[in-house]
């Protein structure tokens, strides 16, 4: 009998997901204590972020760039003696404004909501320091006016940064004015990653550059309490191109297979479309659930990489060039799963890996560090 690729997509599920195959326990929760697992590692990180003063754009001159001192210019990686100040920064902002939110969460200590806060207002609300809604100029060559699409990579840091803005809003150090301040900016980020030429390059690629952008829009678009429609539109192409676009029959992510970290990449790229679920999902609808009609989803992806994740050695395809002994790392993708597809292994496996890495350039490839403010919900 023929045999469709919705058909092997199904058995090849169904093989990787046998709890026997796995070792699991079907009792296993698929709901960790969030709160608990990361609890000394949250106020760690806080700590550390409550002693760093506030470090916008402004304060750190790019001497090639060609815009005013608020906008983010950065250059290729691999250019010599390339300006990567602007990217430390933004990064930095990354780590500490959501574990200073997380940290706030745990303990309602107010110290963290303040601190958090006034890295807010120097980046997003002050307007001598905030900085220009795009990345316009972001990984610009040599002899180039403009940056490149895989620039737009280098904001993944605003989307944890805008996951926290909810649970901040409970404290007084967050004013109405401020909040409306930093929404609007965001709004106005979502406005470039639509309109923008080299936003939309990024957007239209077929790899973890357009899983970036997509989760970047989701998580400007989700504080815009007031419009649904981008979300609307961000999960119909999520449905539409998307998963087409980036997910193999056999459930890899085959144009990261042909990059120079295969493995890295797979898991990187996992970890972008995993939370991009997380934010284009709703009580009534979950974009997890979301399949193409002869092929695979996010079920499929997950089960694929899932073996590779437990054990590294068993990964088929080329080993990376760089740092890959040192992977995988406790994926969030594993976490948001096992409660989307109630997989307890997934779970299990989360638990047991390293949650963070020293490495910059591993860190990069890690976009989700504070999941407590992914899986919980803020207080009204």
Same mark, same amino acid.
């Given at each position: 009998?023929?045999?469709?690729?919705?058909?092997?997509?199904?058995?090849?599920l169904?093989?990787?997901?046998?709890?026997?195959?796995?070792?699991?326990?079907?009792?296993?929760?698929?709901?960790?204590?969030? $709160?608990?697992?990361?609890?000394?590692?949250?106020?760690?990180?806080?700590?550390?972020?409550?002693?760093?003063?506030?470090?916008?754009?402004?304060?750190?001159?790019?001497d090639?760039s060609?815009?005013?001192? =608020?906008d983010?210019?950065?250059?290729?990686?691999?250019?010599?003696?390339?300006?990567?100040a602007h990217?430390?920064?933004?990064?930095?902002?990354?780590?500490?404004?959501?574990?200073?939110a997380?940290?706030? %969460?745990?303990?309602?200590? @107010?110290?963290?909501?303040?601190? #958090?806060?006034?890295?807010?207002?120097?980046?997003?609300?002050?307007?001598?320091?905030?900085?220009?809604?795009?990345?316009?100029?972001?990984? %610009?060559?040599?002899s180039?006016?403009?940056?490149?699409?895989?620039? %737009?990579?280098?904001?993944?840091p605003? %989307?944890?940064? $805008?996951?926290?803005?909810?649970?901040?809003?409970?404290s007084?150090?967050?004013?109405?004015?401020?909040?409306?301040?930093?929404?609007?900016? !965001?709004?106005?980020?979502?406005?470039?990653?639509?309109?923008?030429?080299?936003?939309?390059? $990024?957007?239209?690629?077929?790899?973890?550059n357009?899983?970036?952008?997509l989760?970047?829009?989701?998580?400007?678009a989700?504080?815009?309490?007031?419009?649904d429609?981008?979300?609307?539109?961000?999960?119909?192409?999520?449905?539409?191109?998307?998963?087409?676009?980036q997910?193999?029959?056999?459930?890899?992510?085959?144009?990261e297979?042909?990059?120079?970290?295969?493995?890295? =990449?797979?898991?990187?790229?996992?970890?972008?479309?995993a939370?991009?679920?997380?934010?284009?999902?709703?009580?009534?609808?979950?974009?997890?659930?979301?399949?193409?009609? @002869?092929?695979?989803g996010?079920?499929?992806?997950?089960?694929?990489?899932?073996?590779?994740?437990?054990n590294?050695?068993?990964?088929?395809?080329? #080993?990376?060039?760089?740092? !890959?002994?040192q992977?995988?790392?406790?994926?969030?993708?594993l976490?948001?799963?096992?409660r989307?597809?109630?997989?307890?292994?997934?779970?299990?496996?989360?638990?047991?890996?390293? #949650?963070?890495?020293?490495n910059?350039?591993?860190?990069?490839?890690?976009?989700?560090?504070?999941p407590?403010?992914?899986?919980?919900?803020?207080?009204?």
């Open positions: 009998m023929h045999s469709t690729r919705r058909d092997f997509c199904s058995q090849t169904a093989a990787l997901l046998a709890p026997a195959a796995l070792g699991q326990s079907a009792t296993s929760s698929v709901r960790p204590n969030v $709160a608990a697992i990361d609890h000394d590692r949250i106020l760690a990180a806080a700590d550390r972020s409550l002693t760093e003063k506030p470090n916008p754009l402004t304060t750190i001159p790019a090639r060609s815009g005013p001192p =608020n983010y210019y950065s250059e290729p990686g691999d250019q010599s003696s390339a300006f990567t990217r430390d920064a933004l990064s930095a902002l990354g780590h500490s404004v959501p574990a200073l997380a940290a706030y %969460v745990i303990t309602h200590d @107010d110290r963290y909501a303040k601190h #958090a806060a006034a890295h807010l207002e120097a980046w997003f609300v002050t307007p001598v320091t905030a900085m220009t809604p795009t990345l316009e100029f972001a990984q %610009v060559a040599t180039a006016k403009t940056g490149k699409p895989e620039g %737009v990579i280098e904001g993944l605003l %989307v944890e940064i $805008a996951q926290s803005i909810p649970f901040l809003t409970t007084e150090a967050l004013t109405p004015a401020s909040l409306e301040a930093i929404t609007k900016w !965001f709004i106005s980020y979502l406005d470039w990653l639509n309109s923008s030429r080299t936003a939309g390059l $990024a957007r239209d690629m077929r790899d973890h357009a899983s970036s952008w989760l970047q829009a989701a998580a400007a989700k504080l815009n309490l007031k419009d429609r981008p979300l609307t539109t961000l999960r119909h192409q999520f449905r539409s191109s998307t998963i087409r676009a997910i193999g029959f056999d459930g890899n992510f085959q144009h297979l042909t990059t120079p970290n295969p493995y890295r =990449n797979s898991l990187f790229n996992l970890d972008l479309l939370g991009a679920c997380e934010l284009l999902s709703t009580r009534f609808e979950s974009v997890w659930e979301y399949e193409l009609q @002869d092929g695979p996010m079920r499929v992806a997950i089960a694929r990489l899932f073996p590779f994740i437990a590294r050695g068993t990964w088929p395809y080329r #080993a990376d060039s760089a740092f !890959f002994t992977l995988p790392l406790r994926r969030p993708a976490l948001f799963a096992a989307a597809y109630s997989r307890p292994e997934y779970a299990e496996l989360w638990k047991t890996l390293p #949650a963070d890495t020293s910059a350039e591993l860190d990069r490839t890690f976009p989700i560090r504070q407590l403010l992914w899986i919980t919900r803020p207080r009204p």
